[in-house]
């Protein structure tokens, strides 16, 4: 016989709540558990921590070792944040020695601790290649707009100052040799790197005249 908490999120209605609570009780019931706490959450699954109480109540609660396992009706209860955060709630649970047990999946259930430990290693690796996929293709899509944008003549970043400003700038600065970067661009409102990195480049500047219509 262990503890257990209850955590259910609901985000349709209340009576989901009840099947879901419903059938995790019976259930919990049968394998001799004794239900010490229930943390629901009205919201969607797809929020972190931060913007679930319960869940955040629930983790607390666990660090205090005030139940032995959490139990859900499934792991998307949990969390719709995607299997990085989720494997991560899980190992926070397990690092304080609290078992993890689902209703509708339960070869992932974690109350015993030589499974615990397989199943959790084996979703991680399962959340690394994961992670790994995602960074393969943010690498190719961000390929993919850099060679579309050279073909139609467009690029990635911040959009080029007008060399009339520019120039603007250079003599501005050859005028008033001891103003830092961050001054100039303050006083020209504009980003502080862009300004260090035109003043940088060696291109004639304007004479001194057209700062009265320019930029500064």
């Given at each position: 016989?262990?503890?257990?908490?209850i955590?259910?999120?609901v985000?349709?209605?209340?009576?989901?709540?009840?099947?879901?609570?419903?059938?995790?009780?019976?259930?919990?019931?049968?394998?001799?558990?004794?239900?010490?706490?229930?943390?629901?959450?009205?919201?969607?699954?797809?929020?972190?921590?931060?913007?679930?109480?319960?869940?955040?109540?629930?983790?607390?609660?666990a660090?205090?070792?005030?139940?032995?396992?959490?139990?859900?009706y499934?792991?998307?209860?949990?969390?719709?944040?995607?299997?990085?955060p989720?494997?991560?709630?899980?190992?926070?649970?397990?690092?304080?020695?609290?078992?993890?047990?689902?209703?509708?999946?339960?070869?992932?259930?974690?109350?015993?601790?030589?499974?615990?430990?397989?199943?959790?290693?084996v979703?991680?690796?399962?959340?690394?290649?994961?992670?790994?996929?995602?960074?393969?293709?943010?690498?190719?899509?961000?390929?993919?707009?850099?060679?579309?944008?050279?073909k139609?003549?467009?690029?990635?970043?911040?959009?080029?100052?007008?060399?009339?400003?520019?120039?603007?700038?250079?003599?501005?600065?050859?005028?008033?040799?001891?103003?830092s970067?961050?001054?100039?661009?303050?006083?020209?409102?504009?980003?502080?790197?862009?300004?260090?990195?035109?003043?940088?480049?060696?291109?004639?500047?304007?004479?001194?005249?057209?700062?009265?219509?320019?930029?500064?």
């Amino acid at each position: 016989m262990s503890r257990v908490a209850i955590y259910a999120r609901v985000s349709k209605s209340d009576m989901e709540s009840d099947n879901q609570l419903i059938q995790l009780r019976g259930w919990l019931g049968e394998r001799g558990h004794t239900v010490v706490a229930e943390f629901i959450d009205v919201v969607s699954g797809g929020k972190g921590e931060a913007k679930r109480p319960k869940l955040a109540a629930m983790f607390d609660a666990a660090h205090r070792r005030e139940f032995d396992i959490v139990a859900v009706y499934a792991l998307d209860r949990l969390s719709r944040e995607g299997m990085l955060p989720t494997v991560a709630y899980l190992q926070r649970l397990a690092s304080v020695g609290v078992g993890f047990l689902s209703f509708l999946e339960p070869l992932l259930s974690t109350e015993n601790e030589l499974v615990r430990d397989i199943v959790l290693a084996v979703m991680a690796a399962l959340a690394k290649q994961e992670r790994v996929r995602i960074s393969e293709r943010t690498r190719a899509g961000l390929a993919r707009v850099r060679r579309d944008g050279s073909k139609s003549g467009l690029a990635i970043g911040r959009p080029a100052v007008d060399p009339l400003v520019v120039k603007r700038l250079r003599a501005f600065r050859a005028e008033h040799p001891g103003m830092s970067v961050c001054g100039i661009a303050k006083l020209a409102k504009l980003d502080p790197k862009t300004v260090r990195k035109y003043l940088s480049e060696g291109v004639p500047a304007e004479p001194s005249r057209a700062l009265s219509r320019g930029v500064i």
